[in-house]
């Protein structure tokens, strides 16, 4: 890969995906409406920033016209509101099919799509989480996260890593972000019986994307450590 268009590149992870790939000398071109990312995260040199939400069909277009993206990475995506629908439809699903179709129209050689772990049925879950879980997203950002991801596959050469629990610098959602504030300000946090989590440290992650956006499979990846915390 030489040219990498990465949606979402302001945020947690596209930008230390941004951060990599430039350090290896590759061309970034960072597409983020900064609703959730932050400015400061996109780095200061090396990279082209488009400050363009992805369910902007007509802007997306033109983006790929000039940068010819050899490999798109899609991270954006709407969480922050978890009873905000519309928007989550409007970004997970609709940019998701936006960009896939631009990837498709623009013959991209590799579509790399970051979904979430919460796509698996998790009623009564017992043993490690596969990809050969049984789908069950519930809530409406892991149903547009999922939706989102059949779009993506649908493109040749597209794969989907379903992301554990991220944590690391940047991160400003999840469970520790939401431990820590809690702890800041003197408030209680409430951990349900039997919870645990799989925790994987960022570096880690963006090591499991540049392994993978080489390959031309199309296929979907559980990125975990396998370990649970409780």
Not at 66 to 91: I, K, N, Q
Not at 111 to 120: A, H
Not at 189 to 208: G, K, L, N, Q, Y
């Amino acid at each position: 890969m030489s040219r990498v268009l990465i949606t979402g590149g302001a945020g947690f992870v596209g930008s230390h995906v941004a951060d990599m790939l430039i350090a290896e000398g590759h061309d970034v071109l960072i597409l983020d409406d900064l609703t959730t990312g932050r400015r400061g995260n996109v780095p200061p040199r090396g990279a082209i920033f488009d400050a363009i939400s992805v369910s902007d069909e007509e802007g997306v277009r033109v983006s790929f016209a000039a940068f010819r993206p050899e490999t798109v990475l899609h991270a954006a995506a709407s969480y922050r509101d978890a009873d905000d629908f519309a928007d989550h439809a409007a970004t997970n699903v609709l940019g998701s099919a936006i960009v896939a179709d631009a990837c498709r129209r623009s013959r991209v050689g590799r579509l790399g799509y970051l979904q979430t772990s919460l796509c698996y049925a998790q009623v009564g879950a017992v043993g490690p989480f596969t990809t050969r879980r049984r789908l069950g997203p519930r809530g409406s950002y892991a149903v547009t996260k999922t939706a989102g991801e059949a779009y993506s596959l649908a493109v040749p050469g597209a794969v989907s890593l379903r992301l554990a629990n991220l944590y690391g610098p940047r991160n400003l959602s999840g469970a520790i972000p939401t431990f820590y504030r809690q702890v800041k300000e003197g408030l209680p946090c409430t951990v349900v019986e039997d919870a645990s989590r799989d925790f994987v440290f960022i570096e880690d992650m963006v090591d499991t994307v540049m392994s993978n956006i080489d390959s031309t499979r199309t296929e979907s990846i559980d990125v975990r450590t396998g370990i649970e915390t409780r």
